[in-house]
């Protein structure tokens, strides 16, 4: 579940930007507790309405992928340079936000890109982070509409409906994975796009154009990227699963809803570490 991927090879930078310390202005979270986290745990990471986040075992590369929402999982690799720790070492984080800083008239989508900029100060100021952020060109998929059109269902939620913090699991979440496919009652292309990157060997875009909220309840797929054979030789029931040769793919599922995934090639930030330090854990 975690990458370890370093910078090799010649990477093609346009437009370098440095990513420096946030004015004083942006949003930061009033307590903060970052502490190593010595037993190994599962990844996990949550967020309240309130703007309460807890996070365990995340390591600083996690962290820096969950702030700049790329997703931590993908082969695709975004997040380059930095000391071997920033990939090794994982941490418990438990912040808290100001008092009022999430009032109920915040719908779903303001709430978590304010969580995201919070918790990139947050990074900044405990891990003394300091990036770069450039553009490489390098191989994605593009997600368009099939030849035959769109066979999603439209949801039966509005994107009115969707502001209410009320509504349970919210708009634009899906749920599932791999082995479980995409599941969720309210959600756009552009959603679907970034919820299976966490799966694909590329980064993956949505060129459809379509905002339209949709239903949408598929079946897991085979992994586009070989898994790794046990060390000790042995076949578990999961990788059995997963190497039916009758097994879905990706491309499969995405055709079963009148989407089709085109091999290209574009512009895709990524983001060098130029600076991070151990947090005095507090």
């Known amino acids: 579940m975690r990458y370890a991927l370093g910078l090799s090879g010649c990477v093609l930078l346009i437009g370098a930007t440095v990513i420096s310390a946030p004015a004083q202005t942006s949003p930061a979270f009033e307590v903060a507790s970052v502490k190593l ?4 745990r599962e990844p996990r990471f949550q967020a309240l309405p309130s703007g309460r986040i807890s996070i365990v075992g995340y390591s600083l590369r ?9 997703p931590f999982q993908s082969p695709a690799e975004r997040i380059f340079g930095g000391p071997d720790w920033v990939r090794s070492e994982t ?15 915040m719908t779903p989508h303001a709430r978590n890109e304010q969580l995201r900029l919070m918790l990139g100060r947050l990074l900044e100021d405990r891990f003394r982070l300091q990036m770069k952020q450039s553009t490489r060109e390098m191989p994605v998929y593009d997600v ?13 939620l509005s994107e009115k409906d969707c502001d209410s913090s009320e509504i349970r699991p919210p708009c634009h979440q899906l749920t599932g994975g791999q082995g479980r496919g995409l599941h969720s009652k309210a959600a756009t292309v552009e959603d679907m796009a970034k919820f299976i990157e966490h799966w694909s060997d590329r980064p993956i875009a949505d060129r459809t154009g379509v905002t339209t909220l949709f ?3 598929t079946e897991g797929w085979t992994p586009l990227t070989p898994r790794l054979p046990s060390p000790d030789g042995t076949t578990s029931a999961e990788d059995q699963a997963i190497s039916d040769p009758t097994r879905r793919t990706l491309f499969s599922i995405m ?15 990524i983001y060098v570490i130029e600076r991070a330090e151990r947090p005095t854990e507090n």
């Not at 986290?37 to 190994?40: E, I, Q, S, Y």
């Not at 055709?255 to 930030?269: I, N, Q, Y």
């Open 215 to 217: 239903e949408v309840d």
């Open 37 to 40: 986290d010595k037993t190994a």
């Open 144 to 156: 368009l509409v099939a030849k035959n059109g769109l066979k999603l269902q439209p949801a039966k």
């Open 255 to 269: 055709d079963g809803l009148g989407l089709k995934l085109e091999p290209t090639k574009a512009p895709v930030s």
């Open 62 to 70: 996690m962290l820096i992928a969950q702030s700049h929402n790329i």
């Open 91 to 105: 941490y418990d984080i438990e912040a808290i936000p100001a008092t009022g800083a999430f009032g109920p008239e």
